[in-house]
């Protein structure tokens, strides 16, 4: 039996249906694998097809293909190290969510997923069959046991794989962030561990897709719960890593833990990897946005100078003569600050020629919402015009507490491909501006230093869509109001429960209200990076019409 036994961890982003680009990345590092002396070269759960698939695994030709892809790899990959990825499998008529082994040309076995998540971002229960309760594989004379994902977070899977001889476990994971998950994770795992008295590495994808973004962090425990090795959070990496049997059985061998950022920097990254790869993912490379000179628009050109360069970014003050010099002169500034394409398109003439159409049929009606709407679906007309004009994907900028009460003007200032802040509070974004100007890495494609002026982030947060507006007119102080929204919303609290934190009854009941009959404005808006476990798309699902109200 051997006594060193090598992995290498391809902890990679695989794109969702290129199916020859996945595969290509998985043969390029089972050639490093080979050349490093490993034995087992390993990749994250269903790499093959990229993940979340969500229905698309379950259409034939695509699965099919996908299972033929993995053939045609093991055939490829023959003379060398064994395979393991993920990928889809038919079994008797049945779709398994799998981790595939290939060696000598073939697969030559095969785990299958048996708790299958339905919450959340995950509807595996609705898409794949229930595999059984299994046993390990052999890869050479040591037997190796996978549980995929869900499965490691249950202590059935782990424990039936250490009673039928598993001798270390190697875990799969498609593990999207939300702020805190390392922490989850790392504690199930040593759950795993200390009942299973067995090695662990923890083997999780990295990049965007959609609304989610996988942050890797890959890791291994030695039994007892001893960190024995920590990839990087979000980049893709390649690692050797060693078990060595001794007289008390497989141990990890100690290697570099990676340092973990805290939680701005975090979420930050997220909003940045989430846009860069949305955009590279759906053929884009370069973004537009409405700077108006308030924060959100600050924070999402940031976001988008250091996801995709500064060349590639285009930022348009379209101002109305609500608009403040203050608000002309901040936008300015961040423009240049960052280094963008900065364009000036007044509104004021396309919106008087927009009032004079309707004038015969709004007379003898008093102005009001609606020619306040008038402006910002006018700036989202012309910013799509942008748009459609270069070929460069429009931005929206409204931030969670907006999103949550319906503080946007829906095909106006809603338009857009993407929304790097959907998830993220105003009162977050204060602070994630203020964490920007202080903080570079070497992942930022933007300037180091302070990008949004203090001016920008201090003033009081105004839409501009008439004289001396302010959003405390319309809403809650925002501490007041994201308090609120995170009992109601994160939470999934009552109005009582709002009270109970010290909150006005009658204040919490219209935050309450204004969340349901947004539903609708939701339904239309754009994906944005998922930061929370209660974000606005898979993690909430309610109807768009509904007449229920917490009587509490």
Request: proline fraction near 5%; charged fraction near 25%.
């Amino acid at each position: 039996m051997a006594e060193r036994f090598r992995i290498t961890l391809a902890q990679f982003n695989p794109t969702v249906g290129d199916l020859a680009g996945n595969a290509e990345k998985a043969r390029q590092v089972w050639e490093q694998g080979r050349a490093a002396g490993a034995d087992l070269v390993a990749l994250p759960e269903m790499f093959i097809t990229g993940y979340n698939t969500q229905d698309l695994v379950m259409k034939p030709s695509f699965h099919r293909a996908a299972i033929a892809a993995v053939e045609t790899l093991a055939r490829d990959c023959a003379d060398g190290p064994a395979l393991a990825l993920g990928g889809p499998w038919v079994e008797n008529g049945k779709l398994y969510n799998a981790y595939l082994i290939l060696k000598g040309g073939r697969i030559a076995s095969r785990s299958l997923k048996h708790h299958l998540p339905n919450e959340t971002v995950f509807d595996e229960l609705r898409i794949f069959d229930v595999g059984p309760l299994g046993g390990p594989y052999s890869v050479g004379n040591t037997r190796v046991g996978s549980p995929i994902c869900e499965d490691a977070w249950h202590e059935d899977v782990a424990e039936t794989l250490a009673e039928t001889g598993a001798e270390f476990l190697l875990i799969p994971n498609g593990s999207p962030y939300f702020r805190g998950k390392y922490d989850f994770r790392i504690n199930e795992m040593v759950a795993r561990v200390v009942e299973t008295g067995l090695p662990l590495i923890y083997l999780n994808m990295v990049g965007g897709q959609d609304d989610q973004v996988f942050d890797g962090a890959s890791f291994g425990l030695n039994p007892g719960g001893a960190l024995a090795f920590r990839l990087p959070v979000f980049d893709e990496t390649v690692a050797h890593v060693d078990l060595e049997r001794g007289s008390e059985g497989w141990r990890i061998a100690a290697s570099d833990i990676a340092p973990l950022p805290d939680a701005w920097e975090q979420d930050y990254r997220v909003m940045v990897e989430s846009l860069r790869d949305y955009m590279r993912k759906s053929g884009f490379s370069k973004a537009l946005l409405g700077l108006s000179g308030g924060v959100d628009s600050a924070l999402v050109a940031a976001i988008a100078v250091d996801a995709l360069g500064a060349e590639n970014v285009r930022c348009v003050m379209l101002p109305s003569e609500y608009t403040s010099q203050s608000s002309l002169d901040d936008a300015e500034a961040v423009a240049r600050a960052l280094g963008v394409k900065y364009d000036y398109v007044p509104i004021s003439e396309s919106r008087a020629a927009v009032t004079n159409t309707l004038a015969p049929l709004f007379a003898g009606t008093e102005p009001g919402l609606t020619e306040e709407n008038i402006q910002s679906r006018l700036r989202g007309l012309l910013l799509m015009a942008l748009s459609n004009k270069f070929g460069e994907m429009l931005l929206t900028t409204g931030n969670k507490s907006e999103v949550a009460v319906g503080y946007a003007t829906i095909y106006g200032d809603m338009n857009g491909g993407y929304n790097p802040i959907k998830d993220l509070y105003k009162t977050r974004v204060f602070e994630t501006c203020r964490w920007r100007n202080a903080n570079h890495r070497p992942w930022m494609m933007g300037p180091a230093g302070e990008v949004i002026r203090p001016s920008v982030i201090d003033k009081p947060p105004s839409a501009e869509l008439r004289e001396d507006q302010k959003d405390s007119d319309s809403l809650p102080d925002y501490p007041v109001l994201d308090a609120i929204l995170e009992i109601l919303v994160d939470r999934d609290g009552s109005v009582a429960d709002c009270v109970a934190a010290g909150f006005d009854r009658d204040v919490a009941r219209r935050v309450e209200h204004l969340i349901y009959i947004s539903e609708y404005k939701r339904f239309q808006s754009a994906p944005g990076a998922r930061l929370t476990q209660r974000s606005f798309w898979l993690d909430r699902r309610y109807p768009i019409v509904n007449r229920w109200r917490d009587t509490d």
